[in-house]
């Protein structure tokens, strides 16, 4: 059973560029989330995708946007990049119906660097 | 809204020592509450996870975490270190709708030894 599979591993961008980042859910899981975590420190949510929409959003500004596709697979697009989007990007994956024993299963990522 | 604050950012025990990582979570309701590991260039692993159940719960590699309601902890612990165990520990939590978690700023675990 494949796990949360992420491409590309790495990725390196000038500032200005735009970038976009994919995500494979585990099997079986219908909910795509996307963290970004800075060098240090925890992950912060971006945004969630359930049923192709986006159902939650943290703090982070427009230049952040995502996709769902019907297969749930999961693309993260960001804009006009800046030198402070450098991080480990991660995808989680998770079953929505199950909330109550919710449980989020993470790639591996996708390490962005932004010169 | 939800946070949790990991006390020590830098734990170093030796080899056979007692584990213990700590969590104190922000919240006007119980929450979810997780511990995940991270080893280097990978992705978060889930440890345990409490959901309203028992107070004391284990997880995998012989971790086990408690919920102290009056403390606002969950904090975890493992009673023989292995060098094994060296990495990064999140503490996260999740409102009830399960929609968004919030993570620790981590603590690294070295096993000395």
């Known amino acids: 059973d494949a796990g949360v599979t992420q491409s590309p591993t790495h990725l390196i961008k000038t500032r200005g560029q735009q970038v976009t980042l994919r995500c494979s859910p585990k099997s079986g899981h219908d909910t795509v989330s996307w963290y970004q975590q800075a060098l240090g420190q925890g992950p912060q949510f971006i945004f969630q995708y359930y049923e192709e929409e986006e159902r939650q959003r943290g703090n982070f500004p427009d230049r952040f946007s995502g996709h769902q596709f019907p297969n749930y697979s999961s693309e993260l697009n960001v804009n006009a990049l800046l030198l402070g989007d450098s991080a480990l990007y991660l995808c989680?994956?998770?079953?929505?119906?199950?909330?109550?024993?919710?449980?989020?299963?993470f790639g591996p990522g996708t390490r962005l660097t932004v010169t | 809204a939800q946070s949790v604050t990991q006390l020590g950012s830098h734990v170093s025990v030796s080899e056979g020592a007692l584990v213990l990582l700590r969590c104190n979570y922000s919240s006007s309701v119980p929450p979810y509450l997780f511990w995940y590991v991270q080893y280097p260039n990978q992705g978060l692993q889930l440890l345990l996870k409490y959901t309203s159940a028992a107070t004391l719960v284990k997880g995998i590699n012989g971790f086990e975490a408690e919920f102290k309601k009056s403390e606002t902890s969950f904090h975890l612990t493992k009673p023989s270190a292995h060098m094994s165990d060296a990495a990064e520990y999140f503490c996260?939590?999740?409102?009830?709708?399960?929609?968004?978690?919030?993570f620790g700023t981590g603590t690294s675990l070295t096993v000395i030894p």
């Open positions: 989680a994956s998770s079953f929505r119906p199950t909330r109550v024993n919710y449980e989020q299963y």
């Open positions: 996260a939590v999740s409102d009830l709708s399960g929609n968004q978690f919030y």
